[in-house]
Structure formats: C-alpha cells, structure tokens
C-alpha cells in the first residue's frame, strides 16, 4: 500500500543560539509510514522529539530556528521538504491540518471562535463569508458544541478546556484535511473530556478517510486507538510495528520500560486505622457577577463549589478524591486548609484532643499549617524562579523557626533533597535548570521538610510523562512507609488512584456521590457516574 506521509531518515540539528532553551537537539534519521486511513501513534517522552518530528512535516520550524537537516519528506507523492514556501503554506490547514496541545495557547483570544473558524474557509477554500458561516455552524455542531449558533460569537476564554480543543478540531477539519496531526490533543482533559475527543476524532476520521498522526505520552490511549506505532527516544524511533505487536511483544528494552510504567497494581486493603482529620458538613459557595455595570444590574449567581461534604482521613493512609474538572476536588482542599471561607468543622485529632480548625483564626491556625501540607499540580509555577533550591525548601523552616542555626537547617535541606532521591549538590541551582519530574520532587521535598501529618497532593502527575509519573509514585509509597503520613491524592486519572489510594471518594458538582474502601469501589462501583468515570479509564 502507497504510504500518505512517507518520512525517511529525517536528521535534524539545533543550533544552540536558535532558541531552543539554548541547547543542540537533534532528530536522527527518523523513518516512518502513515498509509491513508490509517492512524498511526508516535510515542515517546518529553524531548524525545516527537514534535518536532510533527512540525518538521509542516515545515513550521525553519522560520523560527536555525535548523539543518537532511532526509525526505513525502506527502501523497510530492516531496514537502522541495517546495517553496508559499507552496508549504497551501498544504497547511488545506491538505494537512494540527491540533496543538494546549487550545488556549492556540486560539486567539481577541476574536471570537467563528471568527477563527470562518479563516481557513475562507483562504483556502475560497469561500463566501455566508457559505463559509454555514460551514462552520455546521462544523462546530459536528463536533458536539451545542448550540452552536450562539457559541459562534464566544471568546476562547468563555469556553470549558473541552469545547476550546473541540473548536480546535473543527479549525482543522474545515478543510476536510487528508493528514490530521494530533499532539498530546487530551492532556490536560477529564478522562470522560478525554474519551469524547477521542471518540469524536476517530469518528471524523473514519467518516473522512482521514489519515492521523497521534503524539502522546499515553500508552493506554495508543493501545486503544492507534493501529501502528512508533517508539521514540533521544531523537530517534528504537521499535515500531503494529501497535498489537509493540504491546505483545516489545523488542527494545526502553519499550519494555515504558509499558511497565503504566499504572496498573491495586493498593492493597489495610486494617482500619484511628481518623486523622474528620470534615463534617463542609460547604463552600462563590458568588459570581455578570452584566455591563452602569447599564444594567448585574447578574449574581451563586456556584456551590463544595456542597456539604463529609469524610474522614485515616491515620497513615491515601484517600484518593476523583472527578472532572469544576466537580469541587481543590475547593475541599483548600477549605481543609483554611484558605477559602467555609462552613462546616474540621477535626484535627492530635495527641492532646480534637481540635476544630475550621474556628482558628488565621494567627491561631499558623502553628499547625506544618502539620498540613499540600503539593500542586504545576511545580514550576509553584516554585519561586528568583530563590534556589535550598531557599525555597528551606522557606518552611524559617516560617516555623525549625533549626538551631543554619548550618542545621542546610542539613535539614539536605536530607530532605536525598528523601526525595535528588543530589543535595542541587541546593545551590536554580528551578529552570531542572526536568518536571525533578521540580515535583523539589516541590515535595519542601512541604517534606516540615515533617506534616497530611500531604495534599493536588494532580501531582497530571503534567509528567507516564515513566515520570510512575517514578514519582514509586516514591510517594515510600516516603508515606518511612515517616507515617497521611494522603489526600486528588486527580482524574482512575488508574494512579487505583495503584495508590486505600480509600477512595468520587465528586460530582460538588458533592461525594460514592465513597469507601478503594478496592471494594473499583471492584463494584454503585453510583451512575463512578460507573461512567470507569468505563471511559478502563474500558
């Protein structure tokens, strides 16, 4: 069968004053078909280079790096990498189109989404603005936004994470494209978000003849969709086949390493332990404003974030809190910690009694906030990029005056770095010059240093690759074995929940809808939604 995209021995080199993070990357002689029809994964971890293998076929990186190479690029018979650059630019959105990771970052966000959409109707397929707003009406309702009429005239920023890649999808079929390039399209996605878009894609696909490139870290995913693959790693593929083969039987080490890296053991059941912090009635609102001030009364809608919560923590042990984005997850994180106003109690159990945080003051509640420490999604917005390493662990212990003087507290920093199995010759650098994997491990060192009772971890993994993700978890079970502390793991992704968590809690618009023993609600879940949140993760 004639290949659609047909790359052979791609070589690439990175000038080291080009921009890219000032470093030399290279692509070596990277081979690979896509047959049409077809949908073909290329897998591999950050930096591996699968991007820019993807931005190579458009031709997107020579106008923005200093970029030498050597290979050949064919598409449907025609050598991309001959043509001129205005010849390029009628093959980009017509005949191949790309659907970027992050849509906010894509989407412009001073015009409406059918302003963006009428665009590529409109040049490249020389559409009248009353045909192409047909087109796009009927666009947008084809991949699932409701309404679209209405939605038509919507800023990206007025839009879920969902409907944003959805109009995404849309920008890049307007042209019935015969090549759809699909970077990382569900990363930042609700599994069930996930499932949609994938689902929707494959659908288009099908109905299209499309041919797709699928990027991603995602093993489960490739299994599911993909029916070739491609492994790469360090700038060049190390095992391909058909993705039946790959799963069954890997060649290469490094594919071995990044199958076994898929979540996939249960936490074993635990005898009960005495409650560490018991929340009863928690409820949380905010009070939303909408309306032109001056013009008309505003409109005030009042969201309820948390809806009267109770649960406990046991001493020792992982709850695990799941559900989509806006289900109240961080928001009950945040009340269990005093940072937004609430309702409800909060009891602390200590050696001395049980203590109701939820009546501290601020001034009251500050000896106790070591003993409650959280872990956010995104280490490198959470990390300070003026202080090293060793100020932004260290911040703690000055806070809560821990430490005789400060060659104990460079100690302290130390230990704590080697907890968390990083060099302490690190103390001395700085947040950039460190892998995500690497920074949450700082990030987790700092809220370790001051021995908590209960670390809150706040999507920990979501934005790792799948090796990462494991290595930290890997490490989480130890620390939690070595010092005796109590989880609150919150995330949509079920099968990291069902590898670590002991007690499982389920949220939907802001409520517990099913909670209990993890193995026992994974086993037999009751609840509609818990059974629809399973059936998309493990299907």
């Keep these: 069968m004639t290949a659609l995209l047909s790359i ?102 001073v015009y409406t989404i059918g302003n963006q959409l009428l665009e590529p109707l409109m040049l490249h397929q020389k559409q009248s603005k009353a045909q192409a707003y047909a087109n796009a009406i009927s666009l947008l309702d084809r991949t699932g936004i409701k309404n679209p009429e209405s939605r038509f005239s919507s800023y990206p920023h007025q839009l879920s994470g969902g409907q944003r890649q959805r109009v995404m999808i849309a920008m890049a079929l307007a042209c019935r494209p015969k090549l759809l390039i699909a970077d990382e399209p569900t990363t930042a996605l609700d599994i069930t978000i996930q499932e949609q878009i994938l689902d929707l894609i494959q659908d288009i696909q099908q109905e299209y003849g499309m041919s797709v490139l699928l990027i991603t870290h995602d093993l489960t995913m490739v299994k599911q969709r993909a029916e070739t693959v491609s492994i790469m790693h360090q700038g060049k593929i190390i095992e391909q086949g058909t993705t039946l083969s790959i799963f069954k039987d890997p060649k290469q080490p490094y594919t071995v390493h990044l199958l076994n890296s898929i979540p996939s053991a249960t936490a074993k059941e635990r005898p009960a332990t005495p409650p560490l912090l018991e929340l009863k009635d928690i409820a949380c609102t905010f009070t939303m404003k909408s309306g032109w001030a001056g013009f008309m009364k505003p409109k005030v809608t009042v969201v309820k974030a948390v809806d009267h919560v109770d649960i406990s923590l046991e001493k020792k042990k992982t709850l695990g809190i799941v559900g989509e984005s806006g289900s109240g997850k961080s928001t009950l994180a945040m009340c269990l910690l005093g940072l937004y106003k609430f309702s409800g109690q909060v009891l602390y159990h200590t050696d001395n009694g049980i203590l109701d945080l939820a009546t501290f003051s601020n001034r009251r509640f500050r000896p106790y906030r070591k ?118 793991f919150i995330t949509h992704d079920l099968r990291t929940i069902r590898a670590i968590a002991d007690n499982i809690a389920v949220m939907q618009n802001g409520k517990i809808v099913e909670a209990g023993c993890a193995a026992t609600v994974f086993a037999k879940p009751q609840h509609a939604y818990t059974q629809a949140l399973f059936k998309a993760a493990f299907h």
């Design 8 to 109: 052979q021995n791609l070589s690439l080199q990175f000038d080291a004053s080009s921009g890219m993070h000032g470093k030399q990357f290279s692509l070596s002689n990277v081979s690979f078909d896509i047959a049409q029809g077809e949908i073909h994964a290329l897998v591999g971890e950050s930096g591996s280079g699968k991007s820019v293998t993807a931005l190579s076929v458009l031709r997107l990186l020579e106008d923005v790096s200093n970029v030498s190479g050597s290979g050949r690029i064919t598409f449907n018979g025609k050598r991309i990498d001959a043509l001129s650059k205005k010849e390029v630019r009628t093959l980009r959105g017509n005949q191949i189109a790309m659907i970027f990771q992050e849509p906010m970052t894509s989407l412009n966000p």
């Design 371 to 488: 003993d409650l420490q959280i872990v956010f999604q995104d280490p490198f917005s959470s990390l300070s990029p003026r202080m090293s390493i060793e100020q932004i662990i260290g911040e703690g212990l000055g806070v809560h005056k821990i430490g005789e003087n400060r060659a104990e507290r460079r100690r302290m920093i130390y230990d704590a770095l080697t907890d968390v199995e990083l060099d302490p010759d690190a103390a001395d650098r700085f947040p950039h010059e460190f892998s995500g994997g690497q920074r949450q491990r700082i990030a987790i060192a700092r809220a370790l240093i001051l021995r908590p009772k209960l670390l809150i971890l706040d999507e920990p993994t979501s934005a790792l690759d799948m090796t990462i993700q494991h290595q930290i978890l890997d490490l989480l079970q130890k620390l939690q074995t070595r010092y005796g502390m109590t989880y609150v």
